[in-house]
């Protein structure tokens, strides 16, 4: 979900996007791209804008839902194909929710309404972290800046996965290499826009844990071309042309 209404059913897998493709599909449109990858080859991703308030009010809102309900997975807000500052973003915004939870459990006890932590649904958020081109594995292994450095607490400790994003060239290059690191480190790892039943057989052969994609809920003859993409074995054209 990106920017709906958040009514899943009761025990729903579903996973809370940041809505940042959004915003840069819409931008890349206004300068002349066909899509986002174009205005990447451009050198232009460092110039795109983001707002992330919205996603932000329907992370809280989804602690409100109940314990059925929450998200599988929470993508952090990021900067479509702009390595260091994406990572910073996330960072950033990862330690905001944190401190705003304890402060509002602070306040709870402040004013004597009794709260238990530990059994907010927030408390238990998957939270997954998008790399993107200009980011490496190494990076995620270095202390985070927001912790301090007393305590070498590295950075991937703080998620349960990443969301491989850049640009479909970007992620069928480093997709495997990713998905490795992350096997190792007991990370899960989330194939961003498979939007072809050739990409989606891709991101399962590499591994990919979950994936996202529209192409199935046009139509029917969609859906069930997907379904076939996903559950048999890719060829190996398939591969060289995802």
Request: proline share 6%.
């Amino acid at each position: 979900m990106i920017d709906r209404r958040l009514d899943p059913w009761p025990y729903e897998p579903w996973m809370l996007d940041n809505g940042a493709y959004a915003q840069a599909t819409k931008q890349a449109r206004e300068l002349g791209f066909r899509n986002v990858d174009e205005l990447l080859a451009a050198g232009l991703g460092p110039k795109l804008t983001y707002e992330y308030d919205t996603w932000y009010e329907q992370l809280i809102e989804a602690g409100d839902l109940g314990w059925d309900r929450q998200p599988s997975i929470v993508v952090l807000p990021d900067r479509v194909g702009d390595g260091q500052r994406s990572l910073a973003t996330s960072l950033e915004w990862y330690h905001r929710f944190w401190e705003d939870f304890q402060d509002n459990v602070e306040d709870a006890e402040v004013d004597g309404v009794e709260y238990d932590p530990e059994n907010d649904p927030l408390s238990e958020t998957l939270f997954y972290v998008a790399v993107q081109p200009g980011i490496e594995p190494t990076d995620l292994e270095q202390v985070c800046p927001h912790c301090g450095s007393w305590d070498n607490f590295p950075i991937y400790l703080h998620f349960h996965g990443i969301l491989l994003g850049g640009s479909s060239r970007w992620k069928v290059a480093h997709a495997a290499r990713w998905k490795r690191w992350c096997g190792e480190r007991h990370l899960a790892l989330h194939y961003a826009r498979a939007g072809t039943p050739a990409k989606a057989r891709f991101a399962r052969s590499v591994g990919a844990d979950s994936i996202d994609s529209a192409f199935p809920l046009w139509t029917m003859e969609r859906f069930e071309q997907f379904v076939d993409a996903i559950e048999n074995e890719p060829r190996q054209t398939e591969l060289l042309a995802a």
